[in-house]
């Protein structure tokens, strides 16, 4: 059983800087795309990073340049490090595992770590 657990997560001030973690477990996971998305309240879950796993990264528009998404493959580890905070990215951030081939079988979500930021 594939698990994903998310850590990193709690009240900042606009301008600071928190560095998310996905621990993934039960699944060696580099053929697995590994992304982080967040969900607002009253919004959808939106992704907002994407590390694949051939090596390249995709990044929402709205986080671009403030947000590094990374993978340790050796723990079984991914990050998000997010600088630059903004009160928009209040949110509720999940990690997701999504095997490379698509198989609907191989599709993981870890249960979330609340992020605020708030002065």
């Known amino acids: 059983q594939v698990q994903l657990v998310e850590s990193g997560g709690g009240l900042v001030q606009p301008g600071g800087s928190l560095r998310l973690s996905c621990a993934v477990f039960?699944?060696?996971?580099?053929?697995?795309?590994m992304g982080w998305y967040r969900q607002a309240p009253g919004k959808q879950r939106e992704l907002v990073a994407l590390?694949?796993?051939?090596?390249?990264?995709h990044y929402a528009d709205s986080v671009k340049g403030r947000f590094t998404i990374s993978r340790d493959v050796a723990k079984n580890m991914v990050y998000l490090q997010m600088n630059s905070l903004k009160a928009e990215d209040t949110a509720v951030y999940f990690c997701?595992?999504?095997?490379?081939?698509?198989?609907?079988?191989?599709?993981?979500w870890g249960q979330g770590t609340q992020v605020t930021v708030s002065s």
């Open positions: 590390d694949t796993s051939g090596g390249r990264s």
């Open positions: 039960g699944t060696i996971f580099s053929t697995y795309n």
């Open positions: 997701r595992a999504q095997g490379d081939d698509g198989a609907p079988s191989r599709d993981f």
